[in-house]
């Protein structure tokens, strides 16, 4: 069965269809703060930075550190060990986009009416009706901010998604009806390859979490690139000097995961000419 990723704009409703599908489909249901506790507990970093780091819109400031690959690198890593067993629902930020590239993935987008949204946030946060319109505007702007900043591309974009539903005239219980039958077609049906590539995606994400994570290479963790097969990584790049070089060589073998590491593209400045 493939993986479900539901995309939504604050208070769209993606919680409660998570939970359906969850209950019909017998799928496991992990949502974003269930990513962000699992990703603090693997990686050893503060559930509260975490957590803002994957929701917050990019400062001006924040343009050129590293924070923000980390956490991403960090979110896709453990996203990808949370779903390996496929039959899960996950709703929350940008799981389409950590799952990137995967064939059995169902990415979902709900969107719901501005005055719907709206009469909820009033209900649920008791708001008056100009604080619940600013709040879900401002939650709004920070993900479409995200999304230019990390992946250089328009968050409501249709084209990043298999399905678009909006509760404007469709019920609840007919979008969960819809996505029932749709994920049940055979083109969404896991093939051998496919775990595989959840693996490999998986082993990439780790091996730069572990990098960026590192204090003696953190700082110019972002000049590799990573790619992995099989549990083979391999590594390219041009680093400050060679001590980089052999450090990121060595953190990658010392890894339980990794099987081989290929660092021939990988080299430091002081060797180039």
């Avoid at 799928?27 to 929701?55: C, K, N, P």
């Avoid at 084209?159 to 005239?169: A, F, G, S």
């Avoid at 896991?190 to 590192?214: C, G, I, N, R």
Wanted: net charge neutral.
């Amino acid at each position: 069965m493939p993986i479900i990723t539901i995309s939504r704009g604050s208070l769209s409703g993606g919680t409660k269809l998570a939970a359906c599908l969850g209950k019909t489909l017998g799928y496991e249901v992990i949502s974003r703060e269930d990513l962000v506790t699992r990703a603090a507990e693997l990686y050893g970093i503060e559930e509260r930075r975490l957590f803002e780091g994957l929701s917050r819109g990019p400062k001006l400031l924040e343009r050129f550190k590293t924070n923000r690959q980390t956490y991403l690198a960090v979110a896709q890593a453990t996203l990808a060990r949370m779903v390996r067993g496929d039959k899960v629902v996950y709703h929350g930020h940008a799981g389409h986009l950590l799952l990137e590239g995967i064939r059995h993935v169902f990415r979902l987008r709900m969107i719901a009416p501005l005055k719907l949204r709206i009469r909820v946030a009033m209900r649920e946060y008791g708001l008056d009706e100009a604080e619940a319109t600013s709040l879900i505007e401002a939650r709004d702007a920070e993900r479409r901010s995200w999304t230019r900043f990390l992946y250089g591309i328009e968050w409501g974009d249709p084209e990043l998604y298999d399905l678009t539903i909006n509760y404007d005239k469709i019920g609840f219980e007919t979008a969960c009806a819809i996505v029932e039958a749709t994920v049940s077609g055979p083109e969404f049906l896991p093939a051998d390859q496919d775990a595989q590539k959840l693996d490999d995606l998986y082993l990439k994400a780790h091996v730069k979490a572990s990098l960026f994570l590192d204090s003696k290479i953190g700082a110019v963790a972002a000049a590799i690139e990573v790619s992995a097969a099989q549990g083979n990584i391999t590594l390219k790049g041009i680093l400050p000097g060679s001590q980089f070089v052999e450090r990121a060589v060595a953190l990658c073998q010392d890894l339980p995961e990794v099987k081989g590491v290929d660092a021939s593209w990988l080299g430091g400045r002081q060797n180039r000419v």
